[in-house]
């Protein structure tokens, strides 16, 4: 019997060291990163920091690239929030150099991610690169990074982008945003800018592109239903419809005009004129 009293008080006073050793224990630190999910393209160390470039992409392409940026204080492996950053992709040719479409670098929900695109007209080659030019601000110090970063011709090798003189005498950039085709009318995206210097290029508001997308390989046929792409002031871009109504390649022939209904670039598809000269190509 006090075998048995000796074995009761033994397990309570376990049970007792126990939960306070549970109650008292702080649990230890997670650091998760918002952008875990995402594909880290660039990273970039000076001033005491890393700076972090993600993409949903694997890799930097022309066209539109949709980028997230961090900024993390390596003194501490914290990443910084509440900064303000702005950059500046310079393309360094063998004859000049020019700039690209961008946004501007916002942030967002998660206070350490910082959110903008960059419309890439052309790729990385051996002789011809890109320098990323960023400027950062927190804590009353403003810094300064360059660093070369390689963009990739689309490993599909279709044109998702197009850089042209309009009959305005005025160079544009049209891109097409992130897509994921769907035998279905699809929301299709794009942004247009007009290029007024070698380093400055503003978004084009109020504009109409005119879309006809047709099967090449399929006797040229199109789709019904589509709508053309009118300036959405919310969202800050072009929006439509896109009608795809069976899979492969299709060419998305495209018309700009501009606010007075002229047309800038493009050409109507007739059964002399099999496509326009300004497009769009996707595969699925």
Known sequence: MK????????IALSVGITSCSDNNESPMPVTENPLEAYN??????ANGHMLELYSEKEVLTTGYNELYLQIKDLSTGEYIPNATISWNPVMHMTQMSHSCPKSEISATEEKTVYKGFVVFQMASNANEYWELNLEYSFGGTTYTISETIEVNAPADGKKTVNVFMGADDARYVLAMMPLTPEV???DLSAVLFKMESMMSFQPIENYTIKLDPRMPGMGNHSSPNNEDLIYDATAGNYAGKLSLTMTGYWKINLQLLNANDEILKGESVTEENESSSLYFEIEF
Request: hydrophobic share 55%; no cysteine.
């Open 184 to 186: 279905a009318i699809n």
């Open 40 to 45: 880290l393209t660039s990273s970039f160390e």
């Open 3 to 10: 075998t048995i009293k000796s074995l009761i008080i033994l």
